[in-house]
Protein backbone atom coordinates (compact mmCIF):
# COMPACT_ATOMS: atom_id res chain seq x y z
CA UNK A 1 0.00 0.00 0.00
CA UNK A 2 1.41 3.70 -0.97
CA UNK A 3 0.63 6.11 1.75
CA UNK A 4 0.27 9.89 0.61
CA UNK A 5 3.33 11.88 2.08
CA UNK A 6 1.69 14.18 4.29
CA UNK A 7 3.56 17.21 6.16
CA UNK A 8 3.37 16.46 9.72
CA UNK A 9 6.38 18.89 10.38
CA UNK A 10 5.23 22.41 9.87
CA UNK A 11 1.61 23.18 10.28
CA UNK A 12 0.10 25.33 7.82
CA UNK A 13 0.27 28.34 9.60
CA UNK A 14 -3.61 29.88 10.81
CA UNK A 15 -3.89 33.74 9.77
CA UNK A 16 -6.14 35.55 11.81
CA UNK A 17 -8.33 38.11 10.89
CA UNK A 18 -7.11 41.13 12.19
CA UNK A 19 -9.25 43.43 10.71
CA UNK A 20 -12.48 43.63 12.06
CA UNK A 21 -10.81 43.43 15.39
CA UNK A 22 -8.94 46.86 14.37
CA UNK A 23 -12.34 48.45 13.03
CA UNK A 24 -13.57 47.80 16.61
CA UNK A 25 -10.93 48.90 18.52
CA UNK A 26 -10.56 52.26 16.46
CA UNK A 27 -14.00 52.86 16.82
CA UNK A 28 -13.84 52.66 20.86
CA UNK A 29 -11.19 54.82 20.61
CA UNK A 30 -12.68 57.59 18.81
CA UNK A 31 -15.49 57.06 21.11
CA UNK A 32 -13.66 57.73 24.25
CA UNK A 33 -11.69 60.24 22.91
CA UNK A 34 -14.69 62.29 21.57
CA UNK A 35 -15.94 61.71 25.15
CA UNK A 36 -13.14 62.60 27.20
CA UNK A 37 -13.33 66.19 28.66
CA UNK A 38 -10.91 67.90 30.53
CA UNK A 39 -13.01 69.36 33.60
CA UNK A 40 -11.28 71.28 36.61
CA UNK A 41 -11.22 70.04 40.48
CA UNK A 42 -14.00 70.74 42.15
CA UNK A 43 -14.38 71.60 45.64
CA UNK A 44 -17.27 73.03 48.21
CA UNK A 45 -17.28 75.92 50.78
CA UNK A 46 -19.74 73.76 53.19
CA UNK A 47 -22.16 75.96 55.43
CA UNK A 48 -24.59 75.39 57.51
CA UNK A 49 -27.14 78.46 57.45
CA UNK A 50 -30.69 77.33 58.96
CA UNK A 51 -33.28 80.01 58.08
CA UNK A 52 -33.69 82.52 60.79
CA UNK A 53 -34.88 81.86 64.15
CA UNK A 54 -34.28 77.82 63.82
CA UNK A 55 -31.69 76.96 65.67
CA UNK A 56 -30.17 80.61 66.24
CA UNK A 57 -29.96 79.75 69.76
CA UNK A 58 -27.74 76.70 68.95
CA UNK A 59 -25.16 78.79 67.47
CA UNK A 60 -24.68 81.50 69.38
CA UNK A 61 -21.27 83.45 68.36
CA UNK A 62 -18.93 84.70 70.25
CA UNK A 63 -16.82 86.87 68.28
CA UNK A 64 -19.08 88.11 64.85
CA UNK A 65 -16.73 89.82 62.14
CA UNK A 66 -18.60 91.55 59.80
CA UNK A 67 -16.83 91.75 56.66
CA UNK A 68 -18.94 94.27 54.49
CA UNK A 69 -18.13 93.89 50.31
CA UNK A 70 -19.18 96.86 48.31
CA UNK A 71 -19.60 96.94 44.72
CA UNK A 72 -19.20 99.61 41.86
CA UNK A 73 -21.96 99.97 39.17
CA UNK A 74 -20.76 97.35 37.26
CA UNK A 75 -20.46 94.71 40.34
CA UNK A 76 -16.78 94.73 40.51
CA UNK A 77 -15.86 95.07 44.04
CA UNK A 78 -15.23 98.95 45.35
CA UNK A 79 -14.23 98.17 48.65
CA UNK A 80 -14.05 95.72 51.64
CA UNK A 81 -14.55 96.90 55.11
CA UNK A 82 -14.29 94.76 58.09
CA UNK A 83 -16.19 95.79 62.00
CA UNK A 84 -16.59 99.09 59.51
CA UNK A 85 -13.19 99.59 58.43
CA UNK A 86 -11.82 99.83 55.15
CA UNK A 87 -9.26 96.67 54.13
CA UNK A 88 -7.28 96.84 51.56
CA UNK A 89 -7.41 93.83 49.62
CA UNK A 90 -8.13 90.22 50.45
CA UNK A 91 -4.80 89.35 51.18
CA UNK A 92 -5.02 92.00 54.06
CA UNK A 93 -8.10 90.47 55.36
CA UNK A 94 -6.54 87.11 55.90
CA UNK A 95 -4.00 88.88 58.00
CA UNK A 96 -6.84 90.40 60.40
CA UNK A 97 -8.97 87.27 60.02
CA UNK A 98 -5.78 85.72 61.18
CA UNK A 99 -4.83 88.24 63.97
CA UNK A 100 -8.10 87.28 65.68
CA UNK A 101 -8.73 83.95 65.17
CA UNK A 102 -5.18 82.66 64.23
CA UNK A 103 -1.41 81.68 65.48
CA UNK A 104 1.81 80.08 63.92
CA UNK A 105 0.56 76.71 64.42
CA UNK A 106 -2.77 77.25 62.94
CA UNK A 107 -6.54 78.27 64.20
CA UNK A 108 -6.75 79.43 68.17
CA UNK A 109 -9.46 78.34 70.56
CA UNK A 110 -11.41 81.26 69.73
CA UNK A 111 -11.42 80.15 65.84
CA UNK A 112 -14.30 77.78 66.42
CA UNK A 113 -16.74 79.94 68.12
CA UNK A 114 -16.15 82.85 65.78
CA UNK A 115 -18.78 83.40 63.18
CA UNK A 116 -18.81 85.63 60.22
CA UNK A 117 -21.34 87.46 58.72
CA UNK A 118 -20.69 88.77 55.11
CA UNK A 119 -22.77 91.82 53.57
CA UNK A 120 -22.44 91.92 50.33
CA UNK A 121 -24.28 94.76 47.96
CA UNK A 122 -26.89 92.51 45.54
CA UNK A 123 -24.98 93.35 42.52
CA UNK A 124 -21.74 92.07 43.54
CA UNK A 125 -20.39 89.36 41.51
CA UNK A 126 -19.80 86.26 43.24
CA UNK A 127 -16.05 85.55 42.83
CA UNK A 128 -15.55 88.23 45.17
CA UNK A 129 -17.98 86.63 47.75
CA UNK A 130 -15.99 83.16 47.29
CA UNK A 131 -12.60 85.08 47.51
CA UNK A 132 -13.71 86.70 51.15
CA UNK A 133 -15.27 83.07 52.37
CA UNK A 134 -11.31 81.97 50.88
CA UNK A 135 -9.68 84.67 53.52
CA UNK A 136 -11.73 84.24 56.30
CA UNK A 137 -12.22 80.57 56.12
CA UNK A 138 -8.18 78.92 56.29
CA UNK A 139 -5.48 78.75 53.83
CA UNK A 140 -3.19 76.54 52.47
CA UNK A 141 0.05 75.67 53.69
CA UNK A 142 3.55 76.01 51.72
CA UNK A 143 3.30 71.76 51.90
CA UNK A 144 -0.41 71.90 50.16
CA UNK A 145 -2.52 71.25 53.43
CA UNK A 146 -5.40 73.39 54.53
CA UNK A 147 -5.72 75.30 57.66
CA UNK A 148 -9.10 75.52 58.79
CA UNK A 149 -10.13 79.20 60.49
CA UNK A 150 -13.48 80.71 60.61
CA UNK A 151 -16.12 77.56 59.64
CA UNK A 152 -19.43 79.91 60.50
CA UNK A 153 -20.11 81.91 57.63
CA UNK A 154 -23.53 83.31 57.19
CA UNK A 155 -24.77 85.88 54.86
CA UNK A 156 -26.74 89.20 55.72
CA UNK A 157 -30.20 89.47 54.45
CA UNK A 158 -29.46 90.94 50.89
CA UNK A 159 -31.19 94.28 49.96
CA UNK A 160 -32.62 94.68 46.47
CA UNK A 161 -31.80 98.33 44.93
CA UNK A 162 -34.79 100.13 44.46
CA UNK B 1 23.62 29.64 -17.79
CA UNK B 2 20.89 28.54 -14.99
CA UNK B 3 18.00 30.83 -14.50
CA UNK B 4 16.16 30.59 -11.07
CA UNK B 5 12.89 30.49 -11.38
CA UNK B 6 11.25 33.16 -9.59
CA UNK B 7 8.73 32.17 -6.97
CA UNK B 8 5.77 33.78 -5.84
CA UNK B 9 6.71 35.92 -3.02
CA UNK B 10 4.91 35.82 0.20
CA UNK B 11 2.79 39.69 0.86
CA UNK B 12 5.11 41.34 3.16
CA UNK B 13 2.43 41.45 6.40
CA UNK B 14 3.22 44.82 8.56
CA UNK B 15 3.71 43.73 12.62
CA UNK B 16 0.66 44.88 13.97
CA UNK B 17 1.57 44.19 17.63
CA UNK B 18 2.91 47.32 18.83
CA UNK B 19 0.09 49.56 16.98
CA UNK B 20 -2.61 47.26 18.36
CA UNK B 21 -0.26 47.57 22.05
CA UNK B 22 -0.82 51.24 21.56
CA UNK B 23 -4.14 51.49 20.59
CA UNK B 24 -5.00 49.79 23.61
CA UNK B 25 -2.89 51.86 25.70
CA UNK B 26 -4.64 54.55 24.49
CA UNK B 27 -8.36 53.16 24.89
CA UNK B 28 -7.47 52.28 28.73
CA UNK B 29 -5.93 55.90 29.46
CA UNK B 30 -9.64 57.70 27.71
CA UNK B 31 -11.63 54.85 29.70
CA UNK B 32 -9.79 55.27 33.21
CA UNK B 33 -10.41 59.50 32.44
CA UNK B 34 -14.05 58.89 31.54
CA UNK B 35 -15.80 60.11 34.17
CA UNK B 36 -19.72 59.55 33.40
CA UNK B 37 -20.49 60.93 37.44
CA UNK B 38 -19.44 64.23 36.40
CA UNK B 39 -23.00 64.95 33.64
CA UNK B 40 -24.14 67.19 36.51
CA UNK B 41 -21.36 69.91 35.53
CA UNK B 42 -22.89 72.21 33.14
CA UNK B 43 -20.37 74.57 30.91
CA UNK B 44 -22.89 77.17 31.11
CA UNK B 45 -21.52 77.70 33.97
CA UNK B 46 -18.07 79.40 34.91
CA UNK B 47 -17.37 78.38 38.79
CA UNK B 48 -15.11 80.89 40.86
CA UNK B 49 -11.96 79.92 41.53
CA UNK B 50 -10.34 79.65 44.60
CA UNK B 51 -7.27 77.93 46.60
CA UNK B 52 -9.61 76.45 49.57
CA UNK B 53 -11.89 74.40 47.05
CA UNK B 54 -10.90 70.85 47.26
CA UNK B 55 -13.13 67.98 46.68
CA UNK B 56 -15.38 66.22 48.80
CA UNK B 57 -13.81 63.56 50.96
CA UNK B 58 -17.52 62.09 51.78
CA UNK B 59 -20.48 61.99 49.33
CA UNK B 60 -23.52 64.24 50.54
CA UNK B 61 -26.40 62.52 51.69
CA UNK B 62 -28.92 63.24 49.15
CA UNK B 63 -27.10 66.07 46.80
CA UNK B 64 -29.83 68.61 45.15
CA UNK B 65 -27.26 70.52 42.70
CA UNK B 66 -28.65 74.19 41.70
CA UNK B 67 -26.65 75.72 38.97
CA UNK B 68 -26.71 79.56 38.61
CA UNK B 69 -26.45 81.35 35.41
CA UNK B 70 -24.78 84.97 35.09
CA UNK B 71 -28.67 85.66 33.68
CA UNK B 72 -30.08 84.95 36.91
CA UNK B 73 -31.39 81.44 35.85
CA UNK B 74 -30.96 78.33 37.22
CA UNK B 75 -30.42 75.28 34.99
CA UNK B 76 -32.21 72.21 36.78
CA UNK B 77 -32.59 69.05 35.09
CA UNK B 78 -30.85 70.55 32.05
CA UNK B 79 -33.67 73.53 31.19
CA UNK B 80 -32.78 76.58 32.72
CA UNK B 81 -35.72 78.01 34.26
CA UNK B 82 -36.23 81.85 36.17
CA UNK B 83 -35.39 81.84 39.59
CA UNK B 84 -39.27 82.60 40.58
CA UNK B 85 -40.27 78.95 39.14
CA UNK B 86 -37.67 77.32 41.29
CA UNK B 87 -40.08 77.39 44.46
CA UNK B 88 -42.10 74.56 43.11
CA UNK B 89 -39.20 72.87 42.32
CA UNK B 90 -38.22 72.53 45.77
CA UNK B 91 -41.24 71.67 47.38
CA UNK B 92 -41.41 68.96 44.58
CA UNK B 93 -37.89 68.00 45.81
CA UNK B 94 -38.74 68.22 49.83
CA UNK B 95 -41.65 66.28 49.33
CA UNK B 96 -39.63 63.43 47.10
CA UNK B 97 -37.01 63.34 50.10
CA UNK B 98 -40.14 63.20 53.30
CA UNK B 99 -41.41 60.23 51.10
CA UNK B 100 -37.84 58.55 50.86
CA UNK B 101 -37.41 58.62 54.58
CA UNK B 102 -34.96 61.32 54.49
CA UNK B 103 -34.75 64.52 56.82
CA UNK B 104 -34.82 67.53 54.67
CA UNK B 105 -32.43 69.30 56.95
CA UNK B 106 -29.93 66.82 56.03
CA UNK B 107 -29.99 67.17 52.37
CA UNK B 108 -27.16 69.17 51.25
CA UNK B 109 -28.29 71.88 48.07
CA UNK B 110 -24.93 72.04 46.05
CA UNK B 111 -24.54 75.51 44.53
CA UNK B 112 -23.09 76.37 40.81
CA UNK B 113 -23.15 79.71 40.55
CA UNK B 114 -21.72 81.47 38.40
CA UNK B 115 -18.31 83.63 39.12
CA UNK B 116 -20.15 86.82 37.59
CA UNK B 117 -23.42 85.70 39.30
CA UNK B 118 -25.34 89.03 41.64
CA UNK B 119 -24.85 87.79 44.99
CA UNK B 120 -27.82 89.02 46.11
CA UNK B 121 -29.75 86.45 43.53
CA UNK B 122 -27.06 84.09 44.84
CA UNK B 123 -28.53 85.11 48.28
CA UNK B 124 -32.32 84.70 47.20
CA UNK B 125 -31.71 81.08 45.65
CA UNK B 126 -30.20 80.37 49.24
CA UNK B 127 -33.32 81.89 51.18
CA UNK B 128 -35.73 80.31 49.25
CA UNK B 129 -34.18 76.87 49.74
CA UNK B 130 -34.17 77.86 53.37
CA UNK B 131 -37.58 78.55 53.19
CA UNK B 132 -37.91 74.90 52.05
CA UNK B 133 -36.31 73.31 54.89
CA UNK B 134 -33.17 73.09 53.73
CA UNK B 135 -30.24 73.78 55.92
CA UNK B 136 -26.89 72.76 54.50
CA UNK B 137 -25.33 74.30 51.37
CA UNK B 138 -21.81 73.57 49.75
CA UNK B 139 -20.74 76.88 47.50
CA UNK B 140 -18.90 75.18 44.93
CA UNK B 141 -15.83 76.63 43.55
CA UNK B 142 -13.20 75.29 40.94
CA UNK B 143 -9.93 74.76 42.38
CA UNK B 144 -7.18 77.36 41.76
CA UNK B 145 -3.90 75.51 41.80
CA UNK B 146 -1.90 79.00 41.69
CA UNK B 147 -2.30 81.55 44.45
CA UNK B 148 -3.73 84.79 43.93
CA UNK B 149 -4.49 86.35 46.78
Do not use: W
Request: net charge negative; hydrophobic share 45%; proline share 7%.
Amino acid sequence: MKLRHTSTTVPNKVDMQMTPMIDIVFLLLIFFLFSFKIVAVEGDFNIRMPAAGAGAAALEPQLPIKVRLIADAEGNLSGIQMADRPVASFAALHEQVMSIVGNDAGPNAAAANTEAELNCDYNLKYQYVINAITAISGYVTPDGHIVKLIQKIKFAPPKKPA
Amino acid sequence: MKFERKRPTDSPEPDMTPMIDMTFQLIAFFMVLLNFGESEVDARIKLPSSELAKPPEAQFVAPLVLQLTKDDRIIFGGEPIPIAAMDRHLRNERRFLELNGTDVTEATVVLRADADAKTGVVQEVIQMCQDNGFEKFALRAKQELEEKR
